[in-house]
């Protein structure tokens, strides 16, 4: 089992930034790649970003060049940094990892919101 938890979420205005944060605990050796995903109220949940071990990310392209996604192994914590929030960039964003069994594990979302 892998435990995952959000944090960093909050209200922002257009332009600003945010750190959003993911720690992990449990079993997580097994885990090959997190990311993070959002989902915005009436749509689908998409993803955001991914890193694979071996540190190889990739983005959507709607936030490429305005956010990073890395983790820190020693604090079993994955970070998002996301500069340049638009308003569309509102959303509940989700942590996720997927375990070398290929279950998933999600967190609980934190919410993200940028006024204009």
């Known amino acids: 089992q892998v435990q995952l938890v959000e944090s960093g979420g909050g209200l922002v205005q257009a332009g600003g930034s945010l750190r959003l944060s993911c720690a992990a605990s449990?079993?997580?050796?097994?885990?090959?790649?997190m990311g993070w995903y959002r989902q915005a109220p009436g749509k689908q949940r998409d993803l955001v970003a991914i890193i694979i071990r071996g540190d190889s990310t990739n983005y959507a392209d709607s936030v490429k060049g305005r956010f990073t996604i890395s983790r820190d192994n020693a604090k079993n914590t994955m970070y998002l940094q996301m500069n340049s929030l638009k308003p569309e960039d509102t959303a509940v964003y989700y942590c996720?990892?997927?375990?070398?069994?290929?279950?998933?594990?999600w967190g609980q979302g934190t919410q993200v919101t940028v006024s204009s």
């Open positions: 449990g079993s997580i050796g097994n885990i090959w790649k």
């Open positions: 996720n990892a997927i375990a070398s069994t290929g279950r998933s594990y």
